[in-house]
Nanobody, 115 residues
Framework: QVQLVESGGGLVQPGGSLRLSCAAS????????MGWYRQAPGQPRELVAC???????NYVDSVKGRFTISRDNAKDTVYLQMNSLKPEDTAVYYC?????????WGKGTLVTVSS
């Protein structure tokens, strides 16, 4: 069983930056693929970025060049550095840990981009 706790969300102006953290416990996450998803009001949840156990990363086109996912296996923590934030980035951001067939979710952290 893996427990995930997200932090770092908040209100930021357009063009600003935030760093989200996802702290894991209950298992060694180094063997898991980790991902950040987001869900805006009235929209389906979408994958934003993911990182494999080997460190390979992938991003949705809308955040490429602006967001960076990273992991610190020694701290069992995954990060999402978000730069040049736009109002359309406003959503609840969720952390996911996956080791097929198991998948675990955090409760999410709200990011609001507004002036």
């Amino acid at each position: 069983q893996v427990q995930l706790v997200e932090s770092g969300g908040g209100l930021v102006q357009p063009g600003g930056s935030l760093r989200l953290s996802c702290a894991a416990s209950g298992s060694i996450i180094s063997i898991y693929s980790m991902g950040w998803y987001r869900q805006a009001p009235g929209q389906p949840r979408e994958l934003v970025a993911c990182i494999t156990s080997g460190g390979n990363t992938n991003y949705v086109d809308s955040v490429k060049g602006r967001f960076t996912i990273s992991r610190d296996n020694a701290k069992d923590t995954v990060y999402l550095q978000m730069n040049s934030l736009k109002p359309e980035d406003t959503a609840v951001y969720y952390c996911n840990a996956e080791l097929s067939p198991r998948s675990y979710w955090g409760k999410g952290t709200l990011v609001t981009v507004s002036s």
